[in-house]
Structure formats: C-alpha cells, structure tokens
C-alpha cells in the first residue's frame, strides 16, 4: 500500500493533492456504479427467470445498495489519497458509520419487501377474509417489530464505533443495577407495547378490519402499529388505542370468529296486539331484504310491564354494517305496518274512572255506574 502511494505521488506530484484525493473518490464511485449495474444484470437474469421476487428485491434495494458500494469503494481509496492521518481517520471513521446505517437501512426494505411479497397472497376486499385478516395482522405486527429491532441494532452498532461510547458502556455495566432498574422504569410503557403487540400477533385477538366496541365507541381495526391500534370509528374518527389495552382491559369483537352477527330490535305494543300478524309481517319484511342471510329471523314477547308488553325481533346478517343497516329497515318496515294496519297496537294508558262517593245515596242504580274509558 505504501508503495502504491508513492508510485502516485511519483506520478501525479504536479498536481495539487486535493485534486488528487477528489479523483480518487470519483473514480471510487464510478467504479462502484459500473460494478452494481453488472451484478444487477448478472443476478436478474440468473435468479430472475427462477425466483420472480428478486427483480422487485433488487428493484427495491437498488437505491441503498449503490450507496453502499460507493461508500465502500470511497472507503477502500481513502488509505491512498494524499490526506493527513487525523482527517484520513475521521473519514473513514464516517464512512463505517454510514455502511453501517445502509446494511441496516437495506435489511429493513428487504424486510418489508418480503412481508408485500408475503401478503399478495391474500385479499381483504372478499365476505370470508378471516384467514387473510390473520395473516395481514401477524405480518404487520411482527415486520414493525423486526423493523424496530434491525434499527436499535444498527444504531448500537454505529455508536459502539465511537470510543467515548464504548468507555461509557463500560462504566455503564458497572453500574447496572440502578441504571437497568431506572431505564426499567423509563421504558416500561414501550416494552409493555412491545411485548402486547408480540402477544396480539400470535392469540390474535383482534385483526385487520375486525368491528370491535372500544370505549364504548364502535368501529374497525384499521392499523396495528408497533405500539398502538387505530380504530376507525363508524363516523370516519380515529381512535388511537395502546396496544396493552387489548391485553388488560375488556372489549368487544364482533368479527372474531365468524362475520354474521344477530341483531335485535325492541318495541313496545299494547296488550291487544295481535303478535302473530306482526311476526307474519316481519318475516315477510325480511325476505324482501337484500341484507337478510337467510339463517334467523324470530320475534318473541321477552316483557310484560304494567301498561304494555315488549317485542323483541331478532334477523341475521353476513355482517357488522349489514346487521346495522337491516335493523333500522325491518324497524322502519314494522312501524310502517302497526302505524297502518293495526294502529290499535300502539301502547295505551288505561284508567278506571270509579262513580263519586254517594252516588247510590241520591237513587242512582249500580246499572247507572259510569263505564271504564280507555286513553290513548
């Protein structure tokens, strides 16, 4: 090596030595560009016809991986450019940091590459899509975590590169009871996150798309990020949820097993209502509906309070928005019926009026009593 450097300095002696280091980087990047592009070439048309994934793997990381060469190549020509030993290691000091920040940066595009890779597999947009909604999740989940991990990995790995960290690491370690125990602490809502969206990947007790009760507010999962769940809510919020909150507290899934749901609607009748006519008529209602799925349809008298008696109808639908919107339509339907055909049917207050006190004294026969009047 040093007699390379100085057959160069030999060589080019007449020309100022920033010059000569500028070229040496140059040409250090043009070789490393002209060597990419042959091994791009070479790889996609070996693997290519092979493995169809690794045109897109290489289409991705194509940016990061030239970068990387050409730090590389930069980093190999710096021992013969004619700079001084202190910038000469500064140098080549940045440039390890910087390879080290791009193997990082490339292994999270290829991470990534991989789980898109994974999941064009499975679509979202069909009515049966739990075994799609459960891949969707577990990949996403577990990607932010790698994805979390290859960065506090690089990160430490950049920083052990600096001598003052390492001496701090080790005054550190000696140190490591409190300093662990403070950093516990410190870290504690992450880590609980963390290890909530470890265990949400793997129990799964919520998904993608998935129609839960949150807070009492309902809505889909529409994100699972590394430490929070976004839930899009029926009137187009957001709430954003910590992850631990699925795993301590509880919620309501409406999607965990199955889509179909039951829904109820309650109404209240009088007493002379004739509950087969009405229980006619919703059977009809539910038929005519494009958003009944043909397994249940009942109506029963489930209460009896002093002044009137209490239906519950119970329809099925393929889902949590289509149980909604048949609900409301068979309610609408059945209150246009009773408000039609038996408008007797709506709920009365009676009341018996009894004769005045003294009533029989002045002649007037028990015949001549006053009737019972009914109130709507």
Known sequence: MDD???????????????????????????????????????????????????????????????????????????????????????????????????IGWITVRAVDMGAVRYLQRFRLDTDENFLARKHVTQVRVFKRVTDTLIVIIAVATALMTFESVKQYGVSLFASAGAAGLIVGLAARPLLSNLIAGVQIAITQPIRIEDAVIVENEWGWVEDIASTYVVIRLWDWRRMVVPLSYFIERPFQNWTRDTQS????????????????????????????????????????????SPRAIELRALVSARSAPQSWDLRCEIREKLLAFIREEMPEAFPRERALISPPLGAFEHGKAPSQQIPARAHN
């Open 4 to 102: 390379l450097q100085s057959r160069l300095e030999q060589i080019f002696g007449w020309v100022p030595q920033w010059l000569v280091g500028l070229g040496l980087v140059v040409g250090a990047i043009i070789v490393a560009l002209f060597m990419h592009g042959i091994a791009a070439r070479i790889i996609k048309r070996g693997l290519g016809a092979r493995w169809p994934a690794v045109p897109l793997l290489l289409q991705r990381i194509a940016g990061p991986a030239r970068l990387a060469l050409c730090l590389v190549a930069v980093a190999l020509v710096l021992p013969l450019a004619p700079l001084n030993d202190v910038l000469r290691e500064q140098l080549r000091h940045f440039f390890v940091v910087a390879v080290i920040a791009l």
């Open 261 to 304: 749901l039951i829904g109820a609607i309650a109404f209240h009748v009088d007493y002379c209502t004739d509950v087969s006519r009405i229980r006619q008529r919703l059977e009809e209602a539910v038929r005519e509906s494009k958003l009944w799925d043909g397994a249940v349809v009942n109506l029963q008298v489930i209460e009896a």
